[in-house]
């Protein structure tokens, strides 16, 4: 069974405007972290924000901020104000357990692309 | 400025033969990982290593090989058993959790 659902291949937004992204996970551990990771045309993987699973708050970074519904098992990333380098792909993906075997599960990722 | 490097950017190679990747790091992390990319997919675990000279299969770790002889190096070969060799493959490395990736190694085969 996938572990990340990313039900959205592909997504038009108006620049300067905001764009949710959604993710769903599936896992039976209690202890987990979903991240969230934006790929653009050149290939690199570039690191944008941690949820874990005992987190209180939502977790926000500038622009960025993940909407955790921990009995939804949802962990739909928000954009704020985008702007054209905006424009990449976008991954979900999610650790499980608490020890030192950090392997990440990824999701098949969405398209963002933004329009002047 | 500390970071993770992969090169080549892109490497060509025949049917049949065999080609390491190489992949280095100087954040002093204990773990790093080998991850293939096919175009429009997301990303799936080749290999990881958690500490010099030991290292796990991933999810579709048949056809690779991997070495961790040194904190800072993880090469990863792909060996000619490996039936869809062409792909993007990038490296990572980890400190509690989260992971740092490379810029990449487009590798076709031809």
């Known amino acids: 069974a996938q572990k990340i659902t990313q039900t959205q291949p592909g997504m038009f937004v108006q620049e300067k405007e905001a764009v949710t992204l959604d993710c769903t996970y599936d896992?039976?551990?209690?202890?987990?972290?979903l991240f969230w990771y934006k790929q653009p045309s050149s290939g690199e993987m570039i690191f944008l924000i941690y949820?874990?699973?005992?987190?209180?708050q939502n977790a926000t970074e500038g622009r960025y901020s993940l909407n955790f519904q921990k009995a939804r098992k949802s962990a739909n990333l928000v954009i704020s104000a985008s702007q054209l380098g905006d424009s990449a792909m976008y991954f979900c993906?999610?650790?499980?357990?608490?020890?030192?075997?950090?392997?990440?599960?990824f999701g098949a990722g969405t398209t963002v692309t933004v329009r002047a | 400025d500390g970071g993770i490097t992969q090169s080549p950017k892109y490497l060509f190679r025949k049917e049949g033969q065999n080609v390491t990747l190489s992949c280095e790091q100087n954040?002093?992390?204990?773990?790093m990982y080998w991850y293939r990319q096919d175009p429009g997919q997301g990303l799936r675990l080749i290999y990881y290593?958690?500490?010099?000279?030991?290292?796990q299969k991933g999810d579709i770790a048949e056809g690779y090989s991997v070495s961790r002889e040194k904190k800072e190096s993880f090469p990863l070969t792909v060996t000619s058993a490996q039936k869809n060799p062409t792909a993007f493959y990038l490296c990572?490395?980890?400190?509690?959790?989260?992971?740092?990736f490379g810029p990449g190694t487009r590798l076709t085969v031809t």
């Open positions: 990572a490395s980890s400190r509690r959790g989260e992971q740092y």
């Open positions: 954040l002093n992390h204990d773990a």
């Open positions: 290593s958690q500490i010099v000279n030991d290292f």
């Open positions: 993906a999610m650790r499980e357990g608490r020890g030192a075997d950090y392997k990440l599960s």
């Open positions: 896992t039976s551990d209690p202890s987990y972290g």
């Open positions: 949820q874990g699973s005992y987190d209180q």
